[in-house]
């Protein structure tokens, strides 16, 4: 939300406050639908709307990892009724960008936290892998041949892919979509083959056996998918020479 603070003294501040919302607040996407941040911010928007008696609509504005719609957003009047739902695709582009229209510390101010969530690390099922061991020896053994689809260049999937490939030495081929939600479309029909991506996006294909899952990008186990590994827990077996092992991380 642009936040312009000389523009707006003390005293209106408590009468907007008083008031808000007076009317419809537009809540930015800056992604394509059906992807992790769009349907929190659907959640989000509903939960509000209910409790604040005004509409909250959605507006999703893919491109260039979330640049797009963060500068319609910072563009947009400083009053309170544009809101942009950041991801930690914001924090990544302030340095994967050499040049911005926009300050992101300057010209956005956060209003509230709203979820943490880790990446899950699927497939499609027709992929010859059940682990991140045999994963890892599958992409070993043929180099140039798996892809890794994403959201994006830059967002938060396409670096845990990178972080993954780096720590491994696999030779993986990246695939940027417009969004997680193109990027899990072209998963589940195969044409790409791994993916990290979010939770809220991934859970009920993995639920339906229309993704496998091979492993959380957490520090811990999720309490949703409690079976499932920590990615970590392999790649630091990869670093001291082994990928196998049967003790829970």
């Known amino acids: 939300m642009p936040i312009d603070s000389q523009r707006l003294p003390a005293a209106s501040r408590i009468t907007r406050a008083q008031a808000y919302p007076a009317r419809p607040v537009r809540i930015v996407v800056p992604f394509a639908a059906g992807g992790s941040t769009d349907i929190i911010a659907r959640l989000i928007g509903q939960w509000l709307s209910e409790r604040l008696g005004q509409q909250f609509v959605i507006e999703n504005r893919p491109g260039a990892g979330s640049n797009i719609g ?11 009724y544009t809101l942009l739902l950041v991801g930690a695709s914001s924090a990544i582009n302030a340095t994967l960008y050499e040049k911005l229209n926009f300050n992101f510390l300057r010209d956005i101010t956060p209003v509230a936290g709203i979820i943490s969530i880790p990446f899950i690390m699927v497939v499609n099922p027709s992929f ?9 020896a599958y ?11 994403s959201g994006g260049n830059g967002t938060a999937g396409h670096l845990s892919g990178e972080l993954f490939k780096m720590i491994t030495g696999l030779n993986m081929v990246h695939v940027p979509y417009r969004g997680e939600a193109p990027a899990l479309t072209d998963m589940l029909g195969g044409h790409v083959h791994a993916m990290f991506g979010t939770m809220p996006a991934s859970i009920e294909y993995i639920r339906a056996g229309k993704l496998r899952p091979l492993a959380v990008t957490s520090a811990r186990r999720s309490e949703v998918l409690p079976d499932l590994p920590v990615v970590g827990r392999f790649c630091a077996r990869v ?5 196998a092992g049967r003790r829970r991380a």
């Open 70 to 80: 963060t500068e319609v957003v910072v563009n947009a009047p400083p009053d309170g």
């Open 139 to 149: 992409a070993r053994t043929n180099p140039g041949k798996v892809n890794v689809a």
């Open 239 to 243: 670093r001291d020479g082994c990928v």
């Open 128 to 136: 010859p892998a059940k682990t991140v061991p045999e994963f890892i």
